[in-house]
Nanobody
Framework: QVQVVESGGGLVQSGGSLRLSCTAS????????MGWYRRAPGKERELVAH??????ARYLDSVKGRFTISRDNADTMYLQMNKLKSRDTALYYC????????????????WGRGTQVNVSS
């Protein structure tokens, strides 16, 4: 079993910064890639940033140049958010893609409960 827990959300003024963290526990060797999603009030959940097994980062167009995703260990992922805007207000979720140890590997996903980010204008 793998669990992920987010932290670092809060209230910040427009133009400010926050750093979100996602810490994984359990059989972290099964984690293949990780990503950050968000759900704003009244909107669908969207992928904000993703970091592949090889360390390649990709971003939602609206956050490019402002957000940076990183992993410093197998069990910790970050989302540095700069120049925050009111439209970034959302519940941010950590997601981990898991591969089983069987052959062929079976893919599954695990989600955290989210951390709230509120950006005041």
């Amino acid at each position: 079993q793998v669990q992920v827990v987010e932290s670092g959300g809060g209230l910040v003024q427009s133009g400010g910064s926050l750093r979100l963290s996602c810490t994984a526990s359990g059989n972290i060797a099964r984690i293949y890639s990780m990503g950050w999603y968000r759900r704003a009030p009244g909107k669908e959940r969207e992928l904000v940033a993703h970091i592949s097994h090889e360390g390649i980062a990709r971003y939602l167009d609206s956050v490019k140049g402002r957000f940076t995703i990183s992993r410093d260990n197998a069990d910790t992922m970050y989302l540095q958010m700069n120049k925050l805007k009111s439209r970034d207000t959302a519940l941010y979720y950590c997601n981990a893609e898991l591969h089983s140890e069987t052959f062929p590997p079976v893919t599954s996903w695990v989600w955290g409960r989210g951390t709230q980010v509120n950006v005041s204008s």
